[in-house]
């Protein structure tokens, strides 16, 4: 198989655009609480540069396209931060704590 795994597509949304889609969202869960978010270059990966998000429980951190670099540099601040060793599954988990984590100190403020 030598098609581009990019386009390949679930019949609504091709690979290339859920990426697009995810450090987009990624890029304004950051930019809400910049003092908790940094970035640098990970030599590893050409053309990217590596986003990380401080949660309580951890790091959550994505390779995202140099193309959105101008959507951050002005308001993240650059770090030579070291990966905490979490995985694909830590950031599942660390997203759903800190949404659970947002959602309760919104409702906090809200009851006031």
């Known amino acids: 198989m ?3 795994k990019g386009n390949i ?16 969202l990624f890029i304004n869960l950051c930019l809400e609480q910049p003092g908790c978010c ?6 590893d990966y050409t053309g990217y540069f590596c986003l990380y998000r401080d949660t309580p429980d951890g790091q959550i951190s994505y390779h995202i396209t140099d ?4 959507l951050i ?4 601040e650059y ?21 659970r984590i947002l959602n309760e100190a919104d409702n906090s403020s809200n009851r006031k």
């Open 38 to 43: 940094y970035w640098n270059r990970n030599g």
């Open 67 to 70: 193309k959105h670099l101008p």
């Open 79 to 99: 770090a030579e931060v070291l990966w905490d060793g979490h995985t694909s599954n830590d950031v599942i988990e660390r997203l759903g704590k800190l949404a």
């Open 9 to 24: 597509s679930d019949g609504y949304h091709t690979f290339d655009e859920l990426y697009e889609h995810r450090n987009l």
């Open 2 to 4: 030598n098609e581009d």
């Open 73 to 76: 540099d002005c308001a993240i």
